[in-house]
């Protein structure tokens, strides 16, 4: 078995696969602060409840946005899996060239995703990854990173809303009735939800006009269920889109 972990900002992702199949996917809060042992402690005992060993798994691939964890993660690999993880870097080798100014800037969870996006959904396509920050990559037909956009997330905004102001409260990440709220609670959410569904439409218009061509839009992260149901142009939510994309890279690195 293979054990994909996709460490964020927020969440960490982790998923199982027998084969080509994912036959496990679990969430844990990221907390920069926990030891290798302590996360070990968490992972074990909710494989332990599904039935997985650690003799089980095989092999282990890694990409983080979060560089403290990166060292954690790779110290519990070895002394819980006697493994000794893939960790995507600027020198793994992806499948995906990258068409950037400097391809060492682009994070390695966007490159993931975009391994997979292109391997499920073929190109041109655009990823929308709808986490702590909302991300817009775009790949070509032949599955080249091409660039993207990237904007602060639904959460993060919310946050900033109760922490820069005197009298706005913080609020469920639920839709209102109408655009037009009726009291305080109603308006924020109302401009969280319907303001980041125009925000997500918006883009998708502008990237795909210029690409030229029909393009393939997936949605992924935390907030795709919240958000990706009220968009136009969206074609797939595949909330599972980066641990698929490491299953990938890892394959092509054995």
């Known amino acids: 078995m293979l054990l994909t972990v996709d460490i964020g900002n927020t969440t960490i992702n982790l998923g199982v696969f027998q084969e080509e199949n994912i036959i496990l996917v679990l969430h844990l809060d990221t907390r920069i602060h926990e030891l290798a042992d302590e996360y070990a402690a968490t992972l074990l005992t909710l494989f332990s409840h599904r039935g997985i060993k650690t003799q089980d798994i095989d092999g282990v691939a890694i990409c983080s946005v979060t560089p403290p964890l990166v060292g954690v993660f790779e ?96 609020v469920e990440f639920i839709s209102p009735p109408k655009a037009i709220g009726k009291n305080t609670t109603s308006a924020l959410q109302s401009g969280l939800i319907f303001g980041y569904v125009s925000l997500v439409e918006g883009m998708i218009d502008l990237l795909a006009r210029e690409i030229g061509e029909e393009t393939r839009v997936v949605a992924t992260g935390g907030f795709a269920p919240l958000i990706a149901p009220r968009t136009k142009g969206i074609h797939e939510v595949n909330p599972n889109l980066t641990l698929i994309g490491l299953r990938l890279i890892y394959d092509l690195n054995r």
């Open 75 to 170: 110290e519990m690999c070895q002394n819980y899996f006697q493994n000794d993880p893939l960790i995507v870097d600027a020198g793994t080798k992806t499948g995906v060239r990258i068409l950037m100014d400097n391809p060492r800037e682009v994070g390695p969870d966007r490159v993931v995703g975009a391994a997979a996006a292109h391997h499920l959904y073929g190109g041109p396509a655009i990823i929308i990854d709808l986490g702590t920050a909302t991300t817009f990559d775009v790949i070509s037909r032949g599955g080249d990173y091409l660039g993207g956009a990237i904007v602060p997330g639904v959460g993060i905004s919310a946050e900033a809303l109760f922490l820069h102001t005197a009298r706005l409260p913080r």
